[in-house]
């Protein structure tokens, strides 16, 4: 379980600071623009507290996941998520009869994907991440 909270406050923490970085040194951004980012960190760090609470909230309960988690069903929203942040992601979707995975991959699956956004922005950002 702690590695299931390591990994959504990850993701979503390196999301906001890409995008805060992006105000601080972007000088050319208009108004609206400057507004839009803004907003997208205001979504962002919401969407963490909420993370956060749900996965707070399962460990006060017994240690069992809460359902629903994010399985392979939920990467186009994840990369939508990380191209609005900014990232470039590139993806050659192979996966056939996704429907059949058992629970438990589907969502191990997603982690292991957001996880690697997550390292690809922290470790070299502004990179074009292909997968």
């Known amino acids: 379980m702690s590695h299931e909270m390591h ?54 309960r017994d240690g069992d996941m809460e359902a629903p988690q994010p399985n392979l069903a939920n990467l186009d929203a994840l990369f939508d998520e990380v191209r609005g942040a900014g990232q470039q992601v590139e993806v050659d979707d192979s996966v056939d009869n996704r429907e059949l995975l058992p629970t438990q991959t589907g969502r191990h699956a997603y982690r292991i994907v957001q996880e690697a956004l997550t390292n690809a922005r922290k470790h070299a950002p502004g990179s074009r991440v292909t997968g």
Do not use: F, K
């Open 7 to 60: 990994d959504v406050l990850a993701h979503r923490i390196s999301l906001l600071s890409m995008l805060a970085g992006g105000l601080a040194y972007r000088t050319d951004l208009t108004a609206e623009e400057t507004r839009e980012v803004a907003l997208a960190i205001q979504e962002n760090a919401h969407q963490s507290l909420n993370e956060l609470r749900t996965v707070l909230g399962t460990l006060r």
